[in-house]
C-alpha cells in the first residue's frame, strides 16, 4: 500500500532510545516553529507514524491541549505492541479525550495534540518517530 500526501515541504525523522523508566517525549507539537530539534509546526503537519522497533511494548500517551493553548492538560494512552506502528494525520483539532462520558466527540470539540511520550516501562526501547508537515 502507498499513501500520497502532497505539498510537503518538512520531514522530521528520528530513531529514539527511550531510557527504561524514564518518560520521553518524542515530539512536540506548536503553533509556531521554534528552534528546539523536536518541535513540529502544529498546523502544518499532515501525517505521523511512532513504530515501536524494540523487542519490548511500551505505553504511547498522546498529551492534549484541551484549551489549545500550547499546553498540554489532557492525554490518553495507548499500548504499543513490540513492531507494531501508530499512525495520526491530523493533529490541530484532530483528538480529544473524554473521562466521563462514553459518547463519540464531534469535530467542533477536538482539541490540538501537544505532544507524544513514550513510556517504555521496565526496559529501554527504541522508537521511530516520523513526520510530515
Known sequence: MTYRIGSVNDIYHRIITCPANN???IVSFQTAVHTSDNVIDLENTKYIRVSNIDTDQCVMS???SNNENGTADGST???LPAQH???LSTVHEGIA???DA???ITDTALHDL???II???GNDVQVEVFVAS
Open 77 to 79: 494512552s495507548i499500548l
Open 23 to 25: 518518560d520521553t517525549t
Open 114 to 116: 501537544e505532544s507524544i
Open 119 to 121: 513510556d517504555p516501562q
Open 85 to 87: 506502528s501508530f499512525i
Open 97 to 99: 479525550c473524554d473521562d
Open 62 to 64: 498522546l498529551q492534549i
Open 102 to 104: 462514553a459518547t463519540i
